[in-house]
């Protein structure tokens, strides 16, 4: 076990995946966000746009996506997101990086849609009140909309962070050094510890996303919109 | 009902509200029907009808809650914007109450009168939450001014949400069927805020059913069926000598009891 933790790097990996889910969350948020908002808007192109992308990056297979981040958009067009001087070492930065744009651009599509989801759970009556008393449709949106569209959203949100907790394995793919390619190292040169190796990352899992579930029903519960 | 005084009638100010040959329709349906329509300035107008009229449908056009086809609505001389930015002043200037109240859920019964002025108006926070105190105070809620919406009764909501559009110091006030959600014991404390309000020389239009509001309180009764202004009369002359077939049938029908 300690072999696992040390050797293979089992505890650096978790801290890989932590770091992954944590800036692909605020990212996939933000860009969440941000697309929502172009669907719900009265502009007809922004809405098809959002929709494009929506439809595009939820159909699109994960693993697909982060390579095309890596061979793509690295590879290709060689855009970097990492200095060559970077502190972690050029290559691994910029894997990290265009993991986390992957993961980011994938998760923002189900926050999008979780957050339409909250936006239905709000009378029509809460967007004809804001606009009765003059307020302009970004001001209905910041004061009245978004505000409990969230809170009507923190279960479907919490989901998906969740899964992309757990999807952050895929970042192997571009060796990325998080929970799975320790899982494939241990594999490939001590199969003698393969069991336990499977053990500890399902418990390593287990131990990241049970509490997110728990708090997401205490929140969902607690900051629910009384009508 | 003879009892009630009659109103003290207003001598009529200028045009404030003017809809000239306004039409609508909802897919087939002809909702609204070459309405003509003036209100004038301090005046408190009802309009009565059976349900699927198009009263609703008319308060919400007046601030464009529900677009319309052709002719042309002005407030104060000013034709109605399409979108935008202008839209959101002018419906600054008409405040609307609706049946449903439609407070801000999420915000407390302060926030809920203050952010009008504060977003819309850019009054200073503490200017706004002085008026707006003065206000709750006016429609008897004050002390509940830290809850949240769903925290009160009906009756005590809606009178929150008349203070909400006076708060923005209206030319005019709409009120769509604001008792009609409401427990009987509660109907006449919102009745009686909008009383006073319609004395206070509010220009008011109210779609209602409550006929001894439009009694008490309006200058003018329009009565509204399929989609068109069928009559338009004082309130007396309305409820005692109705003109056409349509309104002594719905009047027979609801002044029975």
Redesign the interface.
Known sequence: MQTILQDFGLLAGFWMTIKLTFWSAIFSLVIGTFVAVMRLSPVGMLRQVGTAYVTLLRNTPLTLIILFCSIGIYGQLGIVLAGRDAPGGFIDTNNFRLAILGLSVYHAAFVCEAIRSGVNTIPIGQAEAARSIGLTFGQSLREIILPQAFRGAITPLGNTLIALTKNTTIAAAIGVAETALVMKNVAEFDPGLLWTAFGLIAAGFVLLTVPMGLLTSHFAHKLAVRR | MTDTPAPERREPGRPLVVLDHVNKHFGELHVLQDIDLTVHEGEVVVVIGPSGSGKSTLCRTI?R?ESFESGSITIDGQELPE???AL?????????V?Q???????KTILENVT??PI???GVKPADAKKRAMELLERVGVAHQAAK????LSGGQQQRV?IA??LA?DPRVMLFDEPTSALDPEMINEVLDVMTQLAHSGMTMIVVTHEMGFARKAADRVVFMSDGAIVEENTPEEFFTNPQSARAKDFLGKILTH
């Open positions: 601030n809650l979108e935008g930015k959101a002043q002018l419906r600054a200037d008409v405040g609307m609706f449903s109240f439609n407070l801000f859920s999420h952010l009008g977003k819309a108006r949240y919406p769903a925290q949400a909400r559009s923005m």
